[in-house]
Nanobody
Framework: QVQLVESGGGLVQPGGSLTLSCAAS????????MAWYRQGPGKERELVAE???????NYAESVKGRFTISRDNTKSAVYLQMNSLKPEDTAVYYC????????????????WGQGTRVTVSS
């Protein structure tokens, strides 16, 4: 099992920046992919960015060029650097990790953090 705790959210003005952090604990050796999702007011949850264990990344079109996802495997952490923030970026941001274990039986799972709120407003 893996536990995730997000931090770094807050209030920022349009055009500002924030960095979100997510620390994983538990069976961190089983972690493969890591990602950030968000859910804005009245909106569905959406994928923001994801990063593989190798470092390969994918981003939602709406955040390309503005957000950067990174990970530190030695710290079992994933980060989201957010620049040029817009009001539409306002949301609760969640980090996720995908795990895969082979013993005692093959099992894959996705774990979610509790979320950290980002508000972009003047």
């Amino acid at each position: 099992q893996v536990q995730l705790v997000e931090s770094g959210g807050g209030l920022v003005q349009p055009g500002g920046s924030l960095t979100l952090s997510c620390a994983a604990s538990g069976n961190v050796f089983s972690i493969n992919g890591m990602a950030w999702y968000r859910q804005g007011p009245g909106k569905e949850r959406e994928l923001v960015a994801e990063i593989a264990k190798t470092g390969s990344t994918n981003y939602a079109e709406s955040v390309k060029g503005r957000f950067t996802i990174s990970r530190d495997n030695t710290k079992s952490a994933v980060y989201l650097q957010m620049n040029s923030l817009k009001p539409e970026d306002t949301a609760v941001y969640y980090c996720t990790v995908d795990t895969l274990v082979y013993s005692p039986v093959p099992e894959a799972a996705r774990y979610w953090g509790q979320g950290t709120r980002v508000t972009v407003s003047s």
